[in-house]
T-cell receptor, first 117, second 111 residues
């Protein structure tokens, strides 16, 4: 099965600086790579995702890059703000676009991002 | 207002008791999932169902059971066979193209 490794487990950055979280995956068949943000006591929420037919995707201050050859993908947050403090999870899955859905996401263990004022 | 509802939010159980966690969605999603979250462990897949009356084991299915008799409902039973059941349980449905939408979770504590 798929295995997703995520680093670092804790990341502390100064407000306004950039943060980068990295993940590697093991199954070369995986083609869907989402990132979830979980605030304390809340549900995980999707913040950005990327599919294997693109190498980079941006949404305002967040971006994700994918290197299929090396089997790794990264989350980049620029101009960090206090509300970015949370736990971030990467995940991977093989999704059948012809139908049938996904057999569930395999998640990394999470990165606790701390934004220092 | 469409969404996914988990209940109860908090549950306490004595050792040896079975408990059932409820998960209901009115989003008309076909696929539903149960994940377990432990500190520092991420989210681990327990069971999933892509269609009514069908479900598959995930990575940590031992000690758990599910049913999918209706599209809207995917209850999880934590049995006495689960050795370490204290955890935060998250139910999710698939919004489309792989994207999961999570409920607010149920926290189970075994006394």
């Amino acid at each position: 099965g798929e295995n997703v490794e995520q680093h670092p487990s804790t990341l502390s950055v100064q407000e306004g600086d950039s943060a980068v979280i990295k993940c590697t995956y093991s199954d070369s068949a995986s083609n869907y790579f989402p990132w979830y943000k979980q605030e304390l006591g809340k549900r995980p929420q999707l913040i950005i995702d990327i599919r294997s037919n693109v190498g980079e995707k941006k949404d305002q201050r967040i971006a994700v890059t994918l290197n299929k050859t090396a089997k790794h993908f990264s989350l980049h947050i620029t101009e960090t703000q206090p509300e970015d403090s949370a736990v971030y999870f990467c995940a991977a899955a093989y999704y059948m676009y012809s139908g049938g859905g996904a057999d569930g996401l395999t998640f990394g263990k999470g990165t606790h991002l701390i934004i220092q004022p | 207002d469409g969404g996914i509802t988990q209940s109860p939010k908090y549950l306490f159980r004595k050792e040896g008791q079975n408990v059932t966690l409820s998960c209901e969605q009115n989003l008309n999603h076909d696929a539903m999932y149960w994940y377990r979250q432990d500190p520092g462990q991420g989210l681990r897949l327990i069971y999933y169902s892509q269609i009514v009356n069908d479900f598959q084991k995930g990575d940590i299915a031992e000690g758990y059971s599910v049913s999918r008799e209706k599209k809207e409902s995917f209850p999880l039973t934590v049995t006495s066979a689960q050795k370490n059941p204290t955890a935060f349980y998250l139910c999710a449905s698939e919004r489309g193209a792989g994207e999961l939408f999570f409920g607010e979770g149920s926290r189970l504590t075994v006394l």
